[in-house]
């Protein structure tokens, strides 16, 4: 058994602890708060956004507008989104695992995959341990989530499509439910293409002769989607990031515990021994 001056620096170190996580948890609980209203406002417009283009979409024709066209895939874009930081629990290495396995199920198929990695996170895991082709790597996104790198993404991403590099894009994120629940979704975002049941109305549009308005609805439908999964993935981090710290510092709270019994099963036996040692003293004297 230790002696009671060890247990009683492996309590204070994790006093230490206990206080750090305790103060991650209400920090990630005030970031998340804040996130979550962001979020509620995101969400209406990327619906409205892909509604109104999936409205052109069934209304144009695809053989003026290229990118209404859906061509053979041969290689597909994976839009990996995660975190900059650590200490969120799972929430990365469920990125990694569905990421991983959908790649696998596409190569079976003979389609190549290539990625653009959002965070630090998923551009340090595919980048060392990888064989997947990391096409690009945007890094530091926790202080800039938000509508211009949205813009930025979606600009590369409509590029990419238009000239025919990749065939189709996926975003695979995690998509926040509630505080202690997040789902790594995988959402195609291109090429455009929906379904309609008979009698449903279709909004009605007019293009004009500009075939740029199409293509600018087009752009903006694809941010608002990056913008979405980019919210999603700061919300569920927050939210993971604090579930983590909770559990942290419920189990610092356990060892505690558990090792004042140790330290005062130490002290007692010490003192049990100073007292045998005292008698067995005075008995020898007499």
């Known amino acids: 058994m230790p002696g009671m001056r060890e247990i009683k620096a492996k309590i204070k170190s994790l006093k230490g602890t206990k206080r750090i996580t305790a103060a991650m ?3 990630s609980a005030a970031k998340l708060r804040k996130a979550q209203v962001d979020l509620f406002n995101v969400r209406p417009y990327a619906e409205v956004m892909k509604g109104m283009v999936e409205g052109l979409y069934l209304r144009e024709n695809p053989a003026i507008h290229s990118i209404f066209r859906v061509r053979p895939v041969k290689r597909i874009e994976f839009v990996v989104v995660s975190s900059d930081k650590g200490l969120c629990g799972a929430f990365n290495a469920n990125i990694i695992r569905t990421v991983n396995k959908l790649a696998r199920e596409k190569k079976e198929q003979g389609i190549d ?3 653009t990695t959002v965070g630090n996170k998923a551009s340090q895991f595919f980048t060392k341990y990888s064989d997947l082709h990391v096409r690009k790597e945007v890094r530091d996104i926790f202080r800039r989530i938000g509508l211009p790198l949205a813009n930025e993404i979606a600009e590369d991403l409509y590029l990419g499509y238009i000239s025919e590099y990749f065939d ?3 975003i695979i994120y995690n998509r926040f439910v509630n505080a202690l629940t997040q789902e790594v979704t995988v959402e195609r975002v ?3 293409t929906t379904e309609v049941e008979e009698g ?3 909004a009605e549009y007019t293009v004009g002769p500009d075939e740029s308005v199409v293509e600018r609805a087009v752009k903006s439908y694809v941010s608002a ?9 700061e919300t569920s981090e927050h939210a993971a990031r604090m579930t983590a710290m909770d559990n942290a510092t419920k189990n610092a709270e356990d060892l505690i515990k558990k090792l004042t019994i140790s330290f ?3 002290r007692q036996a010490a003192i049990t021994k100073e007292l045998i040692e005292i008698t067995t003293a ?3 004297m007499k």
């Open 282 to 284: 005075i008995e020898a």
């Open 113 to 115: 995959i290539s990625l």
């Open 264 to 266: 005062n099963k130490a």
């Open 168 to 170: 189709e894009v996926y």
């Open 190 to 192: 291109l090429p455009l």
């Open 225 to 233: 989607a990056v913008l979405r999964a980019l919210k999603e993935s």
């Open 200 to 202: 449903t109305p279709i």
């Open 25 to 27: 948890k209400a920090v």
